[in-house]
């Protein structure tokens, strides 16, 4: 395994922070976005059938009908016809309801009402009312991703969110017990076996089987995110997911196996995944290099995580150590030895930060609370983590009475005036002189 240890302000170092700082610009390729753009061109057009052939396609799914595309959820108590994975593993299904527990607990707290104010004749009130429906990519590629139906779900539903469909790519439905399992905990009523950029469009644009949403959430592959972009104007979307990230800010007294397995736990993700060690000891970088040449041995998912796994920067340090993950602003930060609490205040670029030894970023992938639907690709400047927040949407109330409205006439004219705007003008004038 090739795992470069590089100084900061060497000219490779410099490249690789510049390369990182600018990595979402290379989130979508042409190519991707075109190939995309051609299967929700069809499915929007073509409805039924285009959807059909698509997932025949590339899905691999070879539904004889529309009605196979759709999955049938049984209740909780029953699983059903058996499929593949059905008897899951001791622990699996209490680990699933401490997982969904957690999730409604930290999420309950962003629910709110929203609120009136009246003053002076004029009231003011904000509502909130959940998004009618909703459409989650549940992703299926390398792994079936049941997790991400719960950090989804959840806050969808906590939200007041009535009508959830999930879509997931057929075979990650088949072939996961987990999956289906968790659909029944969570009272997921609808599923669609499809995935892929035609399952965006059909959620997005709907078919004669398939009704439209009004948001798409979850991460998927290039396609998916693709599409996500492509749709984005007529549909309300969470973000484009890019592959999983975490920068780990580790100073010299980090245990190196410990920092070695965080590393490679997201960089089995995906080869594509960013998965960088930043310190200010290069003791400690070739410690952790040691580390993870002996973990990848048998580790099923090796030849993914040794293509994710390229570097490590040693900083000057552990002020520049933030600086640099400052930079970067990854999906998940990693705060690990001894000056992980001074640094954790000053942090104020990542989606999610994780402190101390005892805290990996596996935690918040299953049962830490906060969803796992995270920016990536620079976006955690400026994004948040998916929440209550993203399944509500909001409108005010706006009530003058008549002598509110003559207060306020005079001062709106003016303004308008200002911008150019007669009519604007008059309006508010002829709130001057009724009082009542």
Same mark, same amino acid.
């Given at each position: 395994?090739?795992?470069?240890?590089?100084?900061?302000?060497? @000219?490779?170092?410099?490249?690789?922070?510049?390369?990182?700082?600018?990595? !979402?610009?290379?989130?979508?390729?042409?190519?991707?976005?075109?190939?995309?753009?051609?299967?929700?061109?069809?499915?929007?057009?073509?409805?039924?059938?285009?959807?059909?052939?698509?997932?025949?396609?590339?899905? !691999?799914?070879?539904?004889?009908?529309?009605?196979e595309l759709q999955l049938a959820v049984s209740p909780q108590d029953d699983l059903g016809e058996a499929l593949p994975g059905d008897q899951l593993a001791p622990?699996?299904?209490?680990?699933? &309801?401490?997982? #969904?527990?957690? &999730?409604? @607990?930290?999420?309950?707290?962003?629910?709110?009402?929203?609120?009136?104010?009246?003053?002076?004749?004029?009231?003011?009130?904000?509502?909130?009312?959940?998004?009618?429906?909703?459409? #989650?990519?549940?992703?299926?590629?390398?792994?079936?991703?049941?997790?991400?139906?719960?950090?989804?779900?959840?806050?969808?539903? #906590?939200?007041?969110?009535?009508?959830?469909?999930?879509? +997931?790519?057929?075979?990650?439905?088949?072939?996961? /017990?987990?999956?289906?399992?968790?659909?029944?905990?969570?009272?997921?009523?609808?599923?669609?076996?499809?995935?892929?950029?035609?399952?965006?469009?059909?959620?997005?644009?709907?078919?004669?089987?398939?009704?439209?949403?009004?948001?798409?959430?979850?991460? !998927?592959?290039?396609?998916?995110?693709?599409?996500?972009?492509?749709?984005?104007?007529?549909?309300?979307?969470?973000g484009l997911a890019g592959p999983s990230e975490v920068v780990i800010v580790a100073s010299g007294d980090a245990e190196p196996a410990l920092v070695a397995s965080?590393?490679?736990?997201?960089?089995?993700?995906?080869?594509?995944?960013?998965?960088?060690? &930043?310190?200010?000891?290069?003791?400690?970088?070739?410690?952790?290099?040691?580390?993870?040449?002996?973990?990848?041995?048998?580790?099923?998912?090796?030849?993914?995580?040794?293509?994710?796994?390229?570097?490590?920067?040693?900083?000057?340090?552990?002020?520049?150590?933030?600086?640099?993950?400052?930079?970067?602003?990854?999906?998940?930060?990693?705060?690990?030895?001894? +000056?992980?609490?001074?640094?954790?205040? @000053?942090?104020? +670029?990542?989606?999610? #930060?994780?402190?101390?030894?005892?805290?990996? &970023?596996?935690?918040?992938?299953?049962?830490?609370?906060?969803?796992?639907?995270?920016?990536? /690709? /620079? +976006?955690?400047?400026?994004?948040?983590?998916? /929440?209550?927040?993203?399944?509500?949407?909001?409108?005010?109330?706006? @009530?003058?009475?008549?002598?509110?409205?003559?207060?306020?006439?005079?001062?709106?004219?003016?303004?308008?005036?200002?911008?150019?705007?007669?009519?604007?003008?008059?309006?508010?004038?002829?709130?001057?002189?009724?009082?009542?």
């Amino acid at each position: 395994m090739a795992f470069k240890i590089l100084k900061s302000k060497s @000219r490779q170092g410099r490249k690789l922070l510049d390369q990182l700082s600018r990595r !979402g610009e290379s989130m979508l390729s042409g190519e991707v976005l075109a190939s995309a753009g051609r299967i929700v061109d069809d499915v929007r057009r073509g409805g039924d059938r285009a959807l059909m052939k698509a997932v025949r396609k590339y899905d !691999g799914f070879k539904a004889r009908s529309i009605d196979e595309l759709q999955l049938a959820v049984s209740p909780q108590d029953d699983l059903g016809e058996a499929l593949p994975g059905d008897q899951l593993a001791p622990g699996v299904e209490q680990a699933l &309801v401490r997982a #969904i527990a957690a &999730v409604e @607990r930290y999420h309950e707290h962003q629910a709110h009402p929203g609120g009136k104010i009246a003053d002076s004749g004029v009231e003011l009130e904000e509502r909130r009312t959940p998004v009618g429906r909703v459409g #989650i990519y549940v992703p299926g590629g390398r792994a079936a991703y049941s997790s991400t139906a719960v950090m989804t779900v959840v806050p969808a539903r #906590i939200a007041g969110v009535k009508d959830i469909v999930v879509v +997931t790519p057929p075979r990650a439905w088949q072939q996961s /017990g987990v999956l289906r399992r968790v659909c029944q905990l969570l009272g997921v009523k609808e599923v669609w076996g499809m995935g892929g950029a035609q399952a965006v469009a059909a959620l997005a644009y709907g078919t004669e089987s398939v009704r439209r949403v009004d948001k798409i959430v979850g991460p !998927g592959n290039a396609w998916v995110t693709a599409a996500k972009h492509l749709v984005s104007a007529d549909v309300a979307i969470d973000g484009l997911a890019g592959p999983s990230e975490v920068v780990i800010v580790a100073s010299g007294d980090a245990e190196p196996a410990l920092v070695a397995s965080d590393l490679l736990a997201q960089a089995e993700h995906d080869p594509r995944a960013l998965a960088l060690l &930043v310190t200010d000891q290069r003791k400690l970088a070739k410690q952790v290099a040691s580390e993870l040449t002996r973990q990848l041995k048998g580790l099923a998912t090796a030849q993914v995580a040794k293509a994710a796994l390229e570097t490590a920067l040693v900083v000057s340090d552990m002020d520049e150590a933030l600086a640099v993950a400052e930079a970067i602003a990854p999906e998940h930060l990693q705060l690990i030895g001894s +000056t992980a609490e001074a640094l954790v205040e @000053r942090v104020s +670029t990542a989606a999610a #930060i994780f402190v101390g030894p005892s805290t990996p &970023v596996v935690f918040g992938d299953y049962i830490a609370g906060p969803s796992h639907v995270l920016p990536t /690709g /620079g +976006t955690a400047r400026f994004a948040s983590a998916l /929440g209550v927040e993203d399944f509500v949407r909001r409108s005010h109330v706006v @009530r003058f009475n008549p002598s509110a409205a003559h207060r306020a006439a005079a001062a709106a004219a003016v303004l308008a005036d200002a911008e150019g705007l007669p009519a604007h003008a008059a309006s508010a004038r002829r709130r001057l002189n009724k009082r009542t």
